[in-house]
Nanobody, 121 residues
Framework: QVQLVESGGGLAQPGGSLRLSCAAS????????MHWYRQAPGRERELVAT???????TYKDAVKGRFTISRDNAKNTVYLQMNSLKLEDTAVYYC???????????????WGKGTLVTVSS
């Protein structure tokens, strides 16, 4: 059974920083792309950042230049460094990864349970 567990959320002031982590554990043969999504109250879940297995990163326009996604393949972990936080960054942040549990298994999408980020003065 594969699990994704996020950590690092909390309260930050506008202009502040937080670093989110998401560790994958369980039966893992390989991990393809990893993503961070967020969902603000009353809004749909949106894609924030993506990193390929090779390390290529893409970002939602609203976070470009402020957020950095990275991964440690040896630790099966993806990170999201969030700088210059704004009030509108307040949301529950979810980790998503495409994981192949076994060499002959199919690749499936897995989700973490989310971590709350609150930006407030």
């Amino acid at each position: 059974q594969v699990q994704l567990v996020e950590s690092g959320g909390g309260l930050a002031q506008p202009g502040g920083s937080l670093r989110l982590s998401c560790a994958a554990s369980g039966s893992i043969f390989s991990i393809n792309a990893m993503h961070w999504y967020r969902q603000a109250p009353g809004r749909e879940r949106e894609l924030v950042a993506t990193i390929s297995k090779g390390g290529t990163a893409t970002y939602k326009d609203a976070v470009k230049g402020r957020f950095t996604i990275s991964r440690d393949n040896a630790k099966n972990t993806v990170y999201l460094q969030m700088n210059s936080l704004k009030l509108e960054d307040t949301a529950v942040y979810y980790c998503n990864a495409f994981i192949k549990p076994t060499p002959i298994g199919v690749e499936l999408a897995y989700w973490g349970k989310g971590t709350l980020v609150t930006v407030s003065s």
